[in-house]
Every structure is written in structure tokens, then in C-alpha cells.
């Protein structure tokens, strides 16, 4: 360690004073430079390069342990703990999740409101059977953008989203039918969500009966019951957009846009899936 602290700081402080401050021999640390670097010194020193790559592919979002499995995924074969260690060593940290309750705002009129189907049973047997969608608000320089998004519960993709400056029921309506057409109008499913003025209105309640879909809707104010769409929206918002401001409405949906089908469903490795991304376990699920 202190043979390593002089090699660092030797183009500032002369080798032989840096020595003596430290208590060491120069011929030692001479000695030292020259040595023909040790297996495991050289293993590390390759692997916390692929643990360098792998933390700044994932735009310094993954920990230790996303990192542990991106490399076991590249052929590398060792522990958690080593890598931990070696991000340790390098600074690497992922950004901390923030975690908040939202406000219980109290009960939604009667109308429109569906019992809660879904039970928080937030595991799916297959694709289409149970679907969970919500909507958020990203702050630009123009004002407020809407975010809503559907995601299936089976592999915990994103499978419609929209985005609108009026947070209304077009928007959720417009997230859901992109989320039928491209599951190619599945019958059977579960539309589940929270009991907002968007989701009980007429119109949205009206688009799920033509479509068959069956509502299922959180008690009020009751977070956990939509849960698994509450942690999509804070890994976008933890991330993705919690460090940027943004000047245009465009600049959030570019943004927005990126993270949801570049990176969200077809590279970020999900706990939930046994660290593989959504689009990966679809492919392995038709597969086996």
C-alpha cells in the first residue's frame, strides 16, 4: 500500500523524500516497481476493468450485485464480494434510491371505482395476464410533462407509455392502447391501477370494456398495492432523470424514450427476473 502511494505521487514529490516520510526503503520500492505483478494482482486489476465498464454502461445506475451478474453473463468467474471490494476500491457507487410514501389524498367517487383484483399478487403465470400501469410528472423549463406507463407483470416490461403535457384520460388511454396493440390485442387481461380521476372516468372506463379488459384498482391511498409500478417509476426517476434539468417537453421525452427501450427493457437486469432483463426473459420463457 505504501509502495503503491509513492509510485502515485511520485511526479509530485521526490521518490526518496516520499520514502523516508513513509518509513521505507527506496531499494524496496525499486523492487517493488519492477516486480513481475502476481495472478491474482493481474486477475484484479482485468476484472475491475469489466466492473469499471460494466458500472458506466449502466450510466452509474447498477450495484454490486447487477454488476456481479453482468460479468458472470461476460465468462468471468468470481464472487460478489470480490466485486464489491473492487468497486469499493475504484469509488464506484450507485445513485441511492430515494423512497417516499405519496399523500393519501382520501376516496375517489363511487363511480368507477373497481375492487382491488389484484390483491397485490404481483407474480404472473404468463404474458397478458396481468397488467399494472400509473402516471408521474417530470418538471422541464416549459412546465409539467405526464408520464404514463402499462408494464407486464410477468416479465416486468414496459409495454405502452405516453406522454402529454395535460394530465388527463387521453393520456392513459393512449398508454394503454399501445400497450393491446403491440401485445397484439391479448384477451383475458387484468388492467390494474390506482383510483385516480383518469382511471374512473367515463371514457377510460368505457376503452376497457370494449376491449375486455378486466379493472382492478389500489385502495386509496395505499401504495403498496400498486408497487411494483411505483419501483419502475422511481429506478426511472433515481436512474435517469432525478440528476438532469431538462429545458424542453422534448428534451424529457427523448429522454424518457431512451431509458424505457434502450436500456429499461432490453438491458437493465432485474431482480425480480433473476437479474436478466424484461425482453431477456421473454425470449428465454418461449424458448424453454
Not at 429506478?235 to 424514450?257: G, H, P
Request: proline share 3%.
Amino acid at each position: 500500500m505504501k509502495f503503491g502511494f509513492v509510485a502515485k505521487h511520485r511526479g509530485i514529490w521526490p521518490v526518496a523524500l516520499t520514502c523516508d516520510t513513509l518509513g521505507v526503503s527506496r531499494s524496496g520500492f525499486y523492487a517493488w516497481l519492477t516486480r513481475t505483478p502476481c495472478k491474482r494482482r493481474t486477475e484484479n486489476e482485468q476484472l475491475g476493468r469489466a466492473v469499471h465498464h460494466s458500472f458506466i454502461q449502466s450510466d452509474r445506475t447498477y450495484g454490486a450485485r447487477r454488476v456481479w451478474h453482468d460479468l458472470l453473463a461476460s465468462g468471468y468467474r468470481c464472487g460478489l464480494h470480490r466485486v464489491e471490494r473492487l468497486m469499493q476500491a475504484q469509488a464506484l457507487r450507485a445513485r441511492p434510491r430515494r423512497r417516499s410514501l405519496p399523500i393519501d389524498r382520501g376516496e375517489r367517487p363511487v363511480i368507477g371505482i373497481a375492487a382491488n383484483v389484484l390483491d397485490r399478487q404481483f407474480d404472473a403465470s404468463a404474458p397478458n395476464r396481468k397488467w399494472v400501469a400509473d402516471f408521474t410528472y417530470i418538471w422541464s423549463a416549459e412546465g409539467w410533462l405526464y408520464l404514463a406507463v402499462v408494464l407486464d407483470l410477468y416479465s416486468r416490461r414496459v409495454i405502452g407509455w405516453s406522454m402529454k403535457p395535460e394530465m388527463n384520460a387521453q393520456l392513459v388511454a393512449d398508454a394503454l392502447m399501445m400497450a393491446v396493440w403491440r401485445r397484439g390485442k391479448p384477451e383475458s387481461v387484468m388492467h390494474h391501477s390506482d383510483r385516480g380521476s383518469q382511471y374512473t372516468s367515463e371514457q377510460f372506463q368505457r376503452l376497457l370494456l370494449e376491449l375486455g379488459v378486466t379493472c382492478s384498482m389500489s385502495r386509496a391511498g395505499n401504495v403498496w398495492d400498486n408497487s411494483a409500478m411505483e419501483s419502475f417509476f422511481s429506478s426511472l426517476k433515481t436512474e435517469r432523470l432525478s440528476r438532469k434539468m431538462f429545458r424542453t417537453r422534448d428534451d424529457i421525452r427523448a429522454e424518457v424514450f431512451d431509458y424505457i427501450e434502450r436500456f429499461y427493457n432490453p438491458v437493465r437486469r432485474h431482480s425480480t427476473l433473476g437479474y436478466i432483463s424484461p425482453i431477456d426473459f421473454e425470449q428465454q420463457a418461449q424458448l424453454a
